[in-house]
């Protein structure tokens, strides 16, 4: 009986063959994404670039030919210069305080629409309503119809004729921009609220749990991960609020509702400073990443390996 011997695969083929189909398979899956991740980079990161480019130049548009290469000068001048610090610090209470309140009336109306009632959906829509509004209409429609110190609904309400734009202004801009965001942060709690557990619930009241009680051990535990995603998101887009400034103050009065995006605006396409307004840029975006970065790790720390809540 003859017995045939096939030829040995050269050496380090035997696990070659499945790893390069696996590293096609994989490449098969993600080539129709490509063209997403192309546009992506060409509308962001390309831009970003350029902005990065431009903050090492001086450059002013009236001043044809002045573009020439500074090095950090520019980032000296931002951080030295006081109206800068003062719209910082307007962009820092801004965004903490419209996030905080924000998510406190977001949880109390989560609360309020968990529960069963008589015209609980028509509830619910009227209360998502205003993050349904353009930022620019929702602004106009506070400026015009709640704020104006002669036919405002606030002075008639009240009964006074304050001038609520130029008196307090940050509070103002603070109070609609809260408006336009809690109802954001209602359905994110809202969510957390109905993925609880019913039977823990049901066990809690069992045991003699009061409501306090059952809420503070184990509702607010399990929206822990939910108020984090909340901060988070609410943080980056509300440290980017432009809209209620330009159309409600005007970052007035003098700088007294000035933040960030608004005087990089003002430097960029009033005072015609490309190489300090993209200065101000960079500074912004390595601050939210910054923020950003922090608040992920937070809400990593909620979750172990396998995907649980610790």
């Not at 050496?11 to 499945?18: I, L, Q, R």
């Not at 069963?116 to 309503?129: E, N, P, Y």
């Not at 009061?210 to 609410?234: K, V």
Request: with cysteine; glycine share 8%; charged share 10%.
């Amino acid at each position: 009986m003859t017995t045939t011997t096939r030829p040995a695969p050269p050496a380090g083929t035997t696990a070659a063959g499945p790893a390069r189909r696996a590293m096609t398979g994989a490449w098969k899956r993600r080539a129709p994404l490509l063209p997403a991740l192309v546009f992506t980079i060409a509308v962001t990161q390309v831009p970003f670039l350029l902005t990065v480019f431009y903050s090492f130049q001086s450059w002013n548009l009236v001043r044809p030919g002045s573009q020439h290469f500074v090095g950090l000068s520019n980032y000296v001048d931002v951080f030295a210069d006081s109206v800068f610090r003062g719209a910082m610090l307007n962009t820092v209470v801004l965004t903490v305080v419209c996030v905080f309140v924000s998510m406190l009336l977001g949880l109390g109306f989560a609360l309020l629409l968990d529960r069963k009632f008589t015209g609980r959906g028509v509830v619910r829509t009227l209360i998502i309503t205003p993050f349904l509004i353009l930022p620019a209409a929702g602004a106009l429609l506070w400026k015009t119809t709640i704020f104006d110190p002669v036919y405002g609904l606030l002075n008639f309400v009240l009964g006074t004729d304050i001038d609520w734009l130029s008196e307090f202004p940050l509070t103002s801009v603070m109070t609609q921009v809260v408006w336009q965001w809690t109802p954001f942060m209602t359905l994110l709690i809202l969510a957390g609220l109905q993925a609880q557990s019913k039977e823990v619930l049901e066990a809690a009241q069992v045991d003699g749990a009061g409501r306090w009680r059952t809420f503070a051990s184990i509702t607010l535990p399990q929206l822990t991960r939910y108020l984090q995603l909340a901060a988070l998101l609410g943080a980056i887009y509300i440290v980017n609020s432009f809209d209620a400034i330009y159309l409600m103050t005007q970052g007035g009065p003098g700088t007294a509702s000035t933040n960030l995006p608004f005087y990089i605006y003002q430097r960029a396409f009033e005072g015609f400073d490309i190489g300090q307004s993209s200065a101000m840029g960079v500074v912004v975006v390595v601050l939210t990443l910054i923020v950003a970065t922090f608040t992920l790790r937070l809400m990593f720390r909620a979750f172990d390996v396998t995907g649980g809540v610790r």
